[in-house]
């Protein structure tokens, strides 16, 4: 029977497979997105989904919790001060999962693995900074009108 046996074993031992997917989740927290192939996402997206409920916790067991999995000293204090209060009123869910095609050596599909927020936060700093630009802009030059096609 294969009860309870499910998992990615991503041709590795199950050392190298540990090793492997730690890094990735503390890949994950600390850059906010990573580019991956499909199944390496799909098999660290639970331990980076476990890891930020640890931080929602923000308790002292959860935190020496996360540092015994994470690589990292800082991946822990970015989990805890940044992304568990991010995600504090969200009930799971925190990583996305975008496809981007096969890989040009190998053919190998990849994807994009990132957490939620991080490319709204990026998008809406950049409307932000293009519509004061524009506003600047307009506001130079109220004597001429503008032309119209």
Known sequence: ??????????QRSPSARRALLRGLTTSVI?????????????????S??????LAKRDTLHARRQAAAYLFEPRAVRKLFDTLGPRFADRQGGYTRILRL????????????LELLGSSVERTLARKRSRRESRM????????????QS
């Open 1 to 10: 029977m294969r009860h309870r046996k499910g998992g990615y074993k991503l």
């Open 30 to 46: 600390l850059h906010e997105r990573i580019e991956t192939t499909v199944t390496k996402a799909k098999a660290v997206r639970p």
């Open 48 to 53: 980076v989904e476990r890891m930020i409920t």
């Open 101 to 112: 095609g096969p890989r040009k050596g190998d053919g190998a599909e990849t994807a994009i």
């Open 136 to 147: 600047d802009r307009e506001s130079s030059g109220d004597d001429e009108p503008e032309a």
